[in-house]
């Protein structure tokens, strides 16, 4: 799977962010449409830069009258992706965790440089928390969650919202995150080159959000001046990925600052690895995932929030 990864993806160095977007688009399945949501709708609400569009995913019942939700970001370097590339990855969450998930077409780099991603993530957070009960779901239990980049952008969320006074954020699911841009890390050196993910792409996936400056917290969560009162964290690292020591450290240094934190190293497997459905691997990844989701976020409605 990994030497056709290798030899499937652009060099993402030689192409500029459009041109990027359409040849990945161009390699692109059709949408599934599953698995199937009682509630699968595109929500467009005012975002900090213009209309930003959710799409909100209701499992069927589960029970319950009223499910916990995650506010989602999906992952693609900052640069692409949208909520199509996650759209059976979203549905398979809800469906499995019982949750409702609201996914956050956020404003991509370098059109739109840092923060702007996570202010959209951070307007999708308080859109889901003064409606989302219209959709069957609990505003008293909102988590965030992202992969890769998304990962990123909902731990900068919660550090917001923290800071901001916004909306209580009873849990963060970060799942292989963009942590920092250190890649000087065991992981960087270990699987750097090779292995689908590499260093040369993380540098420009840096470069094109961030040209600014890194010195920010709500673009390098590890800049904040501390991580205490945040939302209980589950993180979830793929042991052959550049940013597997980085997830760890800060799943360390939140637990550090007090931060009830889960953590899970999927060991064999590499950056992305969840959105593969296809992949012999991924459905028991998934299997494993999904449970320990179901537990954290049971476990972290019912904690005492920041």
């Not at 916990?68 to 469906?95: K, N, Y």
């Not at 920092?180 to 094109?208: H, L």
């Not at 917290?217 to 979830?236: D, E, I, N």
């Not at 042991?239 to 939140?254: F, K, N, R, V």
Request: hydrophobic share 40%.
């Amino acid at each position: 799977m990994l030497s056709t990864l290798e030899a499937g993806f652009p060099d993402v160095t030689q192409y500029s962010a459009h041109e990027l977007r359409e040849l990945i688009r161009s390699r692109r399945g059709p949408l599934t449409s599953e698995p199937d949501m009682r509630i699968a709708r595109d929500v467009v609400i005012a975002g900090p830069g213009g209309d930003l569009t959710l799409r909100v995913f209701a499992p069927h019942s589960h029970g319950a009258a009223s499910l916990p939700v995650l506010v989602f970001a999906h992952g693609g370097g900052f640069v692409f992706c949208d909520i199509d590339t996650h759209d059976e990855f979203c549905r398979s969450m809800a469906q499995h965790v019982g949750v409702i998930v609201v996914s956050v077409d956020y404003r991509l780099a370098p059109e739109h440089p840092a923060p702007a991603a996570m202010s959209d993530m951070y307007a999708a957070l308080c859109w889901t928390e003064d409606n989302i009960a219209s959709y069957g779901g609990d505003p008293d239990r909102i988590a965030v969650a992202g992969d890769s980049a998304g990962g990123n952008l909902a731990a900068a969320t919660t550090l917001y919202a923290r800071d901001q006074g916004g909306p209580a954020i009873a849990a963060q699911v970060l799942l292989y995150p963009v942590i920092d841009d250190d890649f000087t890390t065991e992981s960087y050196q270990r699987y750097g080159v090779g292995y689908y993910n590499t260093t040369a792409a993380m540098r420009w996936y840096w470069t094109q959000y961030a040209p600014g400056g890194r010195d920010n917290p709500y673009v390098v969560p590890t800049a904040a001046k501390t991580l205490g009162g945040l939302p209980p964290a589950l993180v979830a690292t793929a042991e052959l990925d550049p940013l597997c020591a980085a997830g760890e450290d800060y799943a360390q240094q939140l637990a550090d600052a007090g931060v009830p934190v889960v953590t899970h190293r999927f060991d064999g497997l590499f950056h992305g690895f969840l959105t593969f459905p296809t992949l012999s691997l991924t459905g028991p990844a998934r299997e494993t995932l999904w449970a320990r989701m179901r537990v954290f976020i049971a476990e972290s409605s019912v904690a005492q929030k920041y």
